[in-house]
């Protein structure tokens, strides 16, 4: 299709677009200190979450380093993080659980400035001054049944119940059994933590460990001048998306676009044979299956760590 001097001119041009959709140090630094923070305050010796030894995680595209700067004036950059239980009252419902870390939130009078006051389905939300350009989504959770610390592993060392021992359990306020049902077995499960481990995976790295358990705030992954062609392909490809529909709701979300690409990826070492691989192949990682609720055929794209999670269910 390229010629090899044409190909590494493309390539160079990919690297520098992907370059420049990254934050910069400085804004990584700024979001860092928020975060330990953020971190510090829901697991301080006073807090009211402290008797259930909250552990704080980051997830989703900072976890991922495939990060992008927002393109629209009015966007902000998401930054979400996990604050997650090792226990709770017998008493408590989801709501219980949910309410609880909104509480500790608010037991600092600058966060409690800060929360947004419309709740999310599933986080809280807390909103920084208008020139930083991002907020942080906090997703109360709990350990899932089978939870067991975990030592720095590769994806391809895990066991099936390594995986399923990240898995956490959260809240969601449009389930439902939000406001009675105890029992976190019936909870609505996630595992963000065996995603990661999995993606890591694809991008064919092998110094990048899963190092997830040891520390009650876990830092977030370390500022990546320089990232793997795969990371590079889905920065790409958020921006052609956000590009193409704009402020549409109904746009593909992050999670769709990056599973569909590391799917496909297959250890291509240069950007440009990377979309050539993903663009060619996404669409076989796009299934079919009949809904009873739509009646009708809707598409699937499997959660690779839990096969029963659709992540095109919108």
């Not at 992907?18 to 804004?27: C, F, I, M, P, Y």
């Not at 001054?129 to 610390?149: C, Q, R, W």
């Not at 979309?275 to 690779?304: C, D, F, T």
Request: with cysteine.
């Amino acid at each position: 299709m390229f010629g090899i001097d044409s190909k590494n001119k493309i390539d160079k041009i990919l690297v520098e677009i992907g370059v420049a959709l990254d934050l910069t140090k400085a804004q990584y630094d700024v979001i860092e200190s928020r975060y330990t923070a953020v971190g510090n305050h829901l697991k301080k010796d006073t807090s009211l979450l402290r008797p259930y030894s909250p552990t704080i995680m980051p997830q989703g595209s900072f976890l991922l380093g495939t990060m992008v700067k927002p393109i629209l004036e009015d966007d902000e950059l998401d930054v979400d993080i996990v604050c997650r239980l090792s226990g709770k009252k017998e008493s408590w419902a989801q709501i219980d659980l949910k309410q609880e870390v909104k509480k500790q939130i608010e037991a600092d009078d600058t966060y409690k400035q800060m929360l947004n006051k419309e709740e999310g389905k599933r986080c809280w939300r807390i909103d920084y001054a208008e020139d930083t350009k991002f907020h942080m989504d906090i997703l109360p959770s709990i350990v899932g049944v089978n939870h067991y610390t975990l030592l720095e592993k590769t994806f391809s060392n895990l066991s099936s119940q390594d995986v399923t021992s990240l898995a956490i359990r959260i809240t969601d306020n449009t389930l439902n059994n939000y406001k009675w049902d105890k029992n976190t077995q019936n909870w609505l499960p996630s595992n963000p933590f065996g995603y990661a481990a999995w993606f890591n995976e694809r991008k064919k790295t092998t110094t990048q460990k899963l190092r997830l358990l040891s520390e009650s705030i876990k830092p977030l992954p370390k500022y990546q001048a320089e990232k793997m062609p795969l990371q590079r392909a889905i920065q790409i490809l958020k921006r052609h998306r956000d590009i193409m529909f704009g402020g549409d709701d109904d746009k593909p979300i992050s999670i769709i676009i990056t599973t569909l690409a590391a799917k496909s990826y297959n250890g291509e070492l240069s950007i440009v044979d990377t979309l050539i691989n993903i663009l060619a192949n996404m669409k076989s990682h796009i299934n079919y299956e009949w809904s009873s609720v739509h009646n009708r055929s809707i598409a699937k794209i499997e959660n690779p760590i839990n096969t029963e999670e659709n992540f095109a269910d919108k």
